[in-house]
């Protein structure tokens, strides 16, 4: 069963799963022409291998820790902390603890 995608002025839940987050999975929030909202889900271990997208990202690791791989290196985002990245920039996410993150992807048409 797919989660549907909110609509506009639905508020979205994007609270902490604590003890829930070992059952979460990935889901989009909602996609429009401009922007796509993502709540990503990773358990300690797993990974998006590398990657780059078209429009400019924001990573915002709710909670968890995350490795955010870039240029050859590895920057730690935890709970409460915000990345940007700009369009191209090849990237990939590792968690380090079980972890979610909202992701917002600027689409460009």
């Known amino acids: 069963m797919s989660i549907p995608h909110a609509l506009s002025g639905q508020p979205v839940p994007v609270a902490a799963y604590g003890p829930q987050l070992a059952e979460q999975r990935t889901v989009a929030l909602f996609k429009s022409d401009q922007l796509e909202v993502i709540r990503l889900v990773l358990q300690a271990g797993k990974s998006m291998p590398l990657h780059r997208l078209a429009g400019e990202v924001t990573i915002q690791c709710i909670e968890g820790t995350l490795d ?3 240029h050859g290196d590895s ?3 935890q709970a409460g ?3 940007f990245l700009l369009s191209d920039v090849p ?3 590792t968690a380090r603890t079980h972890a979610s993150a909202l992701v917002t992807i600027v689409l460009n048409n």
Do not use: P
């Open 75 to 77: 920057t730690l985002l």
């Open 91 to 93: 990237h990939s996410v």
């Open 68 to 70: 955010v791989g870039l």
């Open 81 to 83: 902390e915000l990345m």
